[in-house]
T-cell receptor
């Protein structure tokens, strides 16, 4: 089955700096890669996703890049703010029965943005 | 538009009791997924259901765990004869007709004493 590795496990940055979180996946057939933000005591919230037919996607301060050859994808957060502090999870899934439904998650990155 | 609803938010059970976790998907969503999150771990897929059908239960433990999504009412994840190792956060997600984007609920945190 699919295996997703996520690094680093913890990341501390100063407000205004950029943060980068990296993930690698094992199954080259995976074609959908979402990123979730989880605040303490809450459920994961989808913040951005990318499919294997594009190499980069951006949404305001958040961007995701995908390198299919190397089987890795990264989350980039620019101009970080204290409210960006949370646990971030990457995930990967491959099509089964015509849809991507079985998400395999990384172990998460605890991001702390210091004021 | 209300998000995915889960209840209870916290559930305490003694070993050997039964735990029932409920999930109401977002309005208009007919696909439901259950995931389990152990402390300091990522979420692990358990089961995928559509109305009255289990599509994939490959992540469910073979014994004591069952799930359903009836025609009317919420999806239920049922754990019989709970053990301490069942203590975890259980998250439900739902999606519309194309199940690529999953929206998660706030989770149920199960503690087994």
């Amino acid at each position: 089955g699919e295996n997703v590795e996520q690094h680093p496990s913890t990341l501390s940055v100063q407000e205004g700096d950029s943060a980068v979180i990296k993930c690698t996946y094992s199954d080259s057939a995976s074609n959908y890669f979402p990123w979730y933000k989880q605040e303490l005591g809450k459920g994961p919230q989808l913040i951005i996703d990318i499919r294997s037919n594009v190499g980069e996607k951006k949404d305001q301060r958040i961007a995701v890049t995908l390198n299919k050859t190397a089987k890795h994808f990264s989350l980039h957060i620019t101009e970080t703010q204290p409210e960006d502090s949370a646990v971030y999870f990457c995930a990967a899934s491959l099509k089964s029965g015509g849809s991507n439904y079985k998400l395999t998650f990384g172990k998460g990155t605890l991001l702390t943005v210091n004021p | 538009n209300a998000g995915v609803m889960q209840n209870p938010r916290h559930l305490v059970r003694r070993r050997g009791q039964e735990a029932r976790l409920r999930c109401s998907p977002m309005k208009g969503h007919s696909h439901v997924y259950w995931y389990r999150q152990l402390p300091e771990e990522g979420l692990k897929f358990m089961v995928y259901l559509q109305k009255e059908n289990i599509i994939d239960e490959s992540g469910m433990p073979k014994e004591r765990f069952s799930a359903e999504f009836p025609k009317e009412g919420p999806s239920i994840l049922r754990i019989q004869q709970v053990v301490r190792g069942d203590s975890a956060a259980y998250f439900c997600a739902s999606s519309p007709g194309q199940p690529d984007t999953q929206y998660f609920g706030p989770g149920t945190r199960l503690t087994v004493l």
